[in-house]
């Protein structure tokens, strides 16, 4: 059984930073594609940082690019979400996933719309704010 927990969610202030974890368990990370995601109240979810396997490149959100950075372990059952410099707007649950969907990687686009993404963490709560 797939299973994805998050950890290293929070309340920080303003400027500060966290780092998200999310670990695989019944699986490794081996996928067409990897995300980040988060969903703040009364909003979509939306990518916030995935990995494409297929040509090993990385998205992000134009909210997050400069700040926000993803890494993964060696192993494979680990990827983190480093986030700096956050502001309010980035308050959300933020979720991790993995793609095992061969379409996720037939267009650059699709990589981080979570319709394609078949596993997903419980999420982990991150608040900004002074």
């Known amino acids: 059984q797939v299973q994805l927990v998050e950890s290293g969610g929070g309340l920080v202030q303003p400027g500060g930073s966290l780092r998200l974890s999310c670990a695989a368990s019944?699986?490794?990370?081996?996928?067409?594609?990897i995300g980040w995601f988060r969903q703040a109240p009364g909003k979509e979810r939306e990518g916030v940082s995935c990995f494409s396997s297929s040509d090993e490149k990385l998205y992000y959100a134009d909210s997050v690019k400069g700040r926000f950075a993803f890494s993964r372990d060696s192993t494979k059952k680990t990827v983190f979400l480093q986030m700096n410099s956050l502001k309010p707007e980035d308050t959300a649950t933020y979720y991790c996933a993995i793609s095992r969907n061969f379409n996720v990687v037939m267009d650059t686009t699709r990589v981080s719309d979570p319709r394609y993404y078949d596993y997903w963490g419980q999420g982990t709560r991150v608040t900004v704010s002074s």
């Open positions: 019944g699986t490794t990370f081996d996928a067409y594609a």
